[in-house]
């Protein structure tokens, strides 16, 4: 394998879009970053306007491109977050901007479809726990909402099924974003005539299906003019961003966890095919198809891990800059000085299924200092970490844990990771990926192009860093206690009061 050819890979996110430019190792050459637009129009609501997407992916591209000799780069793929997406009319515009995944107005929506079609049922078919996060109550909302937008929208496309399609003009979805939407069906690797008929939803509108490093097509002219892409790339289908991470940090064979950690948290485990047990569904387990041919996963999420610290930043901190307030922070000891915080900012994570559910600070006193906050906040989200993690482990067919590889930005708080992996009582293999989104929609290209002649030949290939974090002896037993005798009991307890104080919300 020559090492002259460069991979393109874009990253979509909540927060920023990324593109990356790698050599076959993996090793970045180039790249750029700017801020996701977002709009929040009132409390709950947010959306991206598609225009805007493309136009800051390209902007971000330009930048990446022109630190190369763009002429090398022979693919490019789009990872993306999931869930949204972007209805399109008959002339390829959209009609109405892309409801953001953590938009909170498809509650309803949501609770149609339980009413209508069911949880256990849905589960059975698309390996989704029922959320309002999902593509298709998204869909539900523009038809009972928006009637007539939704009668000029001819196609629905994942973010990065869009962004592709503005580069090479083909339009395809990858099963793993399609495991996003709730109309997939996991197991035949189709969409679901049963849901989508049940929701009164044309399967016409769903783009054809596809694995992750399909060539779509190479990029067109109007690309390589706002992007500085060459016409000769290839254009690859991408794929959901923390499934892609999984792919860049080797995290595709059974027995191998992923914790994804940015804005939100995903605890990932590769399997040969999707469990059946309807229980996972009823504690907020998702499943779906990897990137890697034939393979599936299973994952529970934190929707706002990585938001919870930068909520209290901003909110608390006075956007304070992170070393000092990790500096501060690791003054204070373990136990954050009586104080225990419930970050689940934006519906429940795993083993519970409440989209009421909200956070909370636990122990607070006159003698709370800011530090100790911040600590508490470190520690509730590797509580709720563990949490998944054993409940998820206990189900027949997941297989034994070996190894634990930590990825994202957040690794790089190192008074995290000494957190979580005593809180865990596991050690973690942080993965120094740059940028592992990017990286595994590169990778994707490159095996669509023949740089890889296959998945097993790209791991093997790249080149990373992995620092292994032990727990401390030391804070084991004192974190277990918390979790034991505190933690596992806080949701339990709060959760009729959110329900309460979101009754008493909706009644002013």
Known sequence: MTSDPLLAGLD???????????????????????PTPVHSPQPGWAYYEPEELWQTTAAALRQATAQVDARRIVSVAVASM????????????????????????????????????????LFAITGLSLLPIFGLCKLLWLKQNEPDIFARTVRWLNIADYIAFRLSGQQATDYSLASRTLALDIARRQWSPDILAQAGISVGLYAPLCPSGTPLGAVTPEATAATGLPETAQVAAGGHDHVCGALAAGVTQPGVALNSLGTSETVFVSLEKPLADPNLGRQGYTQGAHVVAGLYYVFGALYTAGACVEWFRSALADSRDYAGLIADAEAVPPGSDGLCFLPQFQLASPPYDDPLARGAFIGLST?????????AVLE?????????????????????????????GATRNTLWMQIKASILNRALDVTQVSEAASLGAAILGGLSVGVYPD????????????????????QVGHYDAIYQQVYKALYPALRPFHQTLQQIKESV
């Open 12 to 34: 979509v996110g909540t927060t920023n879009i990324k593109a990356l430019i790698f050599t076959p190792d993996g090793q970045p050459v180039a790249q750029a970053s700017l």
């Open 455 to 474: 998945v097993a030949a790209a791991r093997a290939s790249l080149r990373r860093e992995t620092t292994r974090v032990e727990p401390a002896a030391g």
């Open 367 to 375: 003698d709370t200092s800011r530090a100790a906050m911040f600590r």
């Open 380 to 408: 509730g989200t590797a509580y709720d970490s563990r949490l998944m993690l054993e409940s998820l482990l206990a189900y027949e067919g997941v297989p034994e844990l070996q190894a634990i590889h930590a990825i994202g």
């Open 82 to 121: 999931g869930e949204a997406g972007v209805p399109l009319d008959s002339a390829n515009q959209p009609p109405y901007p892309a409801i953001a995944w953590f938009d909170a107005r498809t509650q309803p929506q949501a609770a149609w479809l339980e009413q209508t079609i069911g949880k256990d049922p």
